[in-house]
């Protein structure tokens, strides 16, 4: 298993445009966590999945976001109607339910999203 | 709200110089986890410090859980340009499993 992988890592589109990022976790990680992350900022948390089931997501995420993991292995990120505020980094991570607490996320490299 | 307070949010310093990093709440955390963020990478984690009043070793960085559980600090000692990075700090809540809550993070560049 190589850890987190992501992609893209970049994208840059036009305002107006949808995008979509995948994200596959390490294989028995059953969790799964969307991040948005600005320059020099933390991660700001955007949702979480255990194994299929979307178990939350961010009040501060609008509804041009939508995120799935229909077999609860991979998962995508899509955003519609893109502007220019939604320009970031986008972190995957991964974790295994319950032993989050002493091992932590494993987070990927990041997909950087530029709108123009 | 459980918040993450870190401190100071920027430093710069030379090399060979000893540094504090700090992560202050008003609440209880189960557990505390510091990663380092690299540009352009995913953060890393460090280490993770569960026991109050624990102290845990990693080559020159010294991090240390508040008796209480509310509080923690990163301490570099002699400082190398390696070292440089966003430094985040992040609490696992006992009641609430499910997220980690995130400090802003310290941004360290060590000069040469």
């Known amino acids: 298993d190589t850890g987190v992988s992501q992609n893209p890592r970049h994208k840059i589109t036009k305002r107006g445009q949808n995008v979509t990022f995948r994200c596959d976790p390490i294989?028995?990680?059953?969790?799964l966590y969307w991040y948005r992350q600005t320059l020099g900022q933390g991660p700001e948390f955007l949702t979480y999945?255990?194994?299929?089931?979307?178990?939350?997501k961010s009040r501060l995420l609008s509804d041009r976001f939508s995120a799935e993991r229909p077999k609860g292995s991979f998962s995508t990120l899509e955003i519609q109607r893109t502007e220019q505020g939604d320009s970031a980094m986008y972190l995957c991570?991964?974790?295994?339910?319950?032993?989050?607490?002493?091992?932590?996320?494993?987070f990927g490299s990041g997909t950087r999203l530029t709108v123009v | 709200t459980q918040l993450l307070e870190q401190s100071p949010q920027f430093l710069s310093i030379q090399e060979g110089e000893n540094l504090t990093v700090y992560c202050n709440s008003s609440?209880?955390?189960?557990?505390l986890q510091w990663y380092r963020q690299e540009p352009g990478e995913g953060p890393v984690l460090l280490v993770t410090?569960?026991?109050g009043g624990e102290v845990k070793k990693l080559k020159r960085l010294t991090f240390q859980f508040g008796d209480a559980r509310k509080d923690s600090s990163l301490h570099i000692t002699a400082a190398q340009p390696g070292d440089t990075g966003l430094y985040l700090c992040?609490?696992?809540?006992?009641?609430?499993?499910?997220?980690?809550?995130w400090g802003l993070g310290t941004s360290l560049a060590v000069n040469p």
């Open positions: 991570a991964s974790s295994l339910a319950y032993t989050d607490r002493n091992y932590g996320y494993t």
């Open positions: 294989s028995e990680h059953n969790r």
């Open positions: 999945f255990q194994n299929e089931a979307q178990l939350e």
């Open positions: 609440s209880v955390f189960s557990s």
């Open positions: 410090v569960v026991t």
């Open positions: 992040a609490g696992a809540n006992a009641g609430n499993n499910r997220k980690l809550i």
